[in-house]
């Protein structure tokens, strides 16, 4: 008889002189980037376009400014992206559907104070129908009258219950904080703004704002690029307009201030938002300030969450990272805390920031983070979906191809040096504005103790 035995996953990584060493990281492999090829058409739409045949699809990407002062410009907004697909004066809403749903295509629509975006795929072959219904909504979309209404009630639904969210309250009381009454704060509109929508307001928002002039339309996929733009120029011949489409002023840059205490009466959680000024991808120093926030609380290595998640237990997830508004970029860290650990996972929030500035990474830290840095960024880049989004999301900021070609070598040449340099100018605990949102009963005495917090 055969006796087969079987050896633990802890009997595999020990030897007898003790564990077994694990073996180096090799090196980063590379993922190739295609060539893009870009033109801006005669109606004034800049196209990008790139072969990546990994399967027989194509993504696509529009990003179409958007901004607009008047107080209903957002519900206006929502209402628009809302029935953009639901009918033109040749489709309706079923109609759409199968058109795309032939070509195994899809097309989605999301709006915020910045830009329009229209987001789709479909199987390479049937780019012209995706491109046939894209350009009819662009041009015909109709807004009927009875999708406008059964939209409207619908998004109200959805707003009202976004709204009572605690992260949405955060996230409204943080964008107030650090921009005002800018537009950029305003995200999202109320149930009542979207009720008192009318269906010409949709219509004329439409007919002034969703235009080509300083659009983008981004393409991946198993295409040929040349082709493919002369597909869209075709598709796109009847998208005219006499004006450029608006894009957002600059926000007022972030100053640091005072933590504003927003009571929100029963909360058994608390959320901790703060924020400071961060760094453009264009500026020579972004590439140590991204691996200066992976270090403290980027990813779920940083030292930040070490302490309040994995050490102290206050909260299942902290994340710190830099987002991008017009002309500018702003750090965040947030978490979401118990209300009787408010004030002591405040108080290890800003010792870490603290000893980011006093106690510079290592080079330990330092290698970990450009090896996550770097291998993220690769893996995203690694499908069309990825790229389409990226190259988008770049060409908005004025970058293209070869910033993303160039960044794994930037992230790979910073010193430990340049790190510790940037984590003192930009995570000093002196830098940063921000909200506490929770009951203000139960978390506001010892909040306020610490110092630096105003409120009720």
Do not use: C
């Not at 990994?54 to 990407?61: A, F, I």
């Not at 010792?351 to 690769?378: K, Q």
Request: charged fraction near 25%; aromatic fraction near 4%; avoid cysteine.
């Amino acid at each position: 008889m055969t006796v087969t035995s079987h050896r633990s996953a802890e009997e595999i990584g020990r030897t007898a002189l003790g564990p077994r060493p694990l073996p180096p990281l090799g090196p980063t492999r590379a993922v190739p980037l295609p060539d893009v090829v870009e033109s801006v058409l005669p109606n004034g739409l800049r196209v990008l376009a790139a072969r990546r045949a990994s399967v027989p699809m194509v993504e696509l990407r529009l990003r179409v400014p958007f901004a607009g002062d008047v107080p209903e410009h957002p519900a206006v907004a929502e209402l628009l992206a809302s029935t953009l697909l639901t009918g033109t004066a040749t489709r309706d809403r079923v109609g759409i559907d199968d058109e795309l749903a032939a070509v195994g295509g899809d097309l989605g629509v999301n709006v915020d104070p910045e830009r329009l975006q229209i987001s789709g795929s479909g199987l390479a072959e049937g780019l012209p129908d995706l491109l046939a219904v894209l350009a009819d909504v662009l041009t015909s979309a109709t807004h009927p009258d009875h999708e406008v209404a059964r939209e409207r009630d619908r998004l109200v639904e959805r707003i009202t219950v976004a709204r009572a969210q605690p992260r949405t309250i955060a996230r409204e009381a943080l964008q107030r904080k650090r921009f005002g009454d800018h537009p950029i704060v305003r995200e999202m509109p109320t149930g009542e703004e979207v009720a008192a929508v009318d269906v010409e307001q949709v219509r004329a928002l439409h007919a002034a704002a969703l235009v080509p002039g300083g659009s983008t339309l981004v393409l991946v996929g198993d295409i040929d690029a040349d082709t493919a733009i002369a597909q869209v120029e075709k598709a796109m011949s009847g998208w005219t307009a006499d004006h450029p489409a608006r894009e957002l002023d600059p926000p007022p840059a972030v100053r640091p201030s005072d933590l504003q205490l927003v009571h929100r009466a029963g909360s058994v959680q608390s959320q901790l938002r703060l924020s400071a000024p961060a760094l453009r991808r264009h500026d020579e120093r972004y590439a140590a300030l991204q691996l200066a926030n992976l270090v403290f609380g980027g990813y779920f290595s940083s030292r930040w969450m070490e302490n309040i998640r994995e050490d102290k237990g206050y909260t299942y997830g902290a994340h710190s990272g830099i987002e991008f508004v017009p002309g500018g970029a702003v750090l965040g860290v947030e978490t979401d805390v118990a209300s009787d650990v408010t004030a002591a996972a405040l108080l290890e929030t800003r010792y870490e920031l603290g000893r980011l500035t006093a106690v510079p990474p290592t080079a330990a830290e330092v290698d970990a983070a450009r090896a996550y840095a770097v291998g993220s960024l690769l893996i995203s880049l690694d499908n069309q979906g990825g790229l389409a989004s990226t190259l988008s999301a770049l060409a908005a900021d004025g970058l293209g191809i070869e910033w993303l070609r160039e960044h794994p070598g930037r992230l790979e040449s910073v010193t430990v040096e340049q790190v510790a340099e940037v984590a003192l100018e930009f995570f000093a605990p002196t830098a940063f504005t921000g909200v506490v949102v929770g009951d203000a009963d139960v978390i506001g005495t010892r909040v306020r103790a610490l110092g630096g917090v105003v409120g009720p």
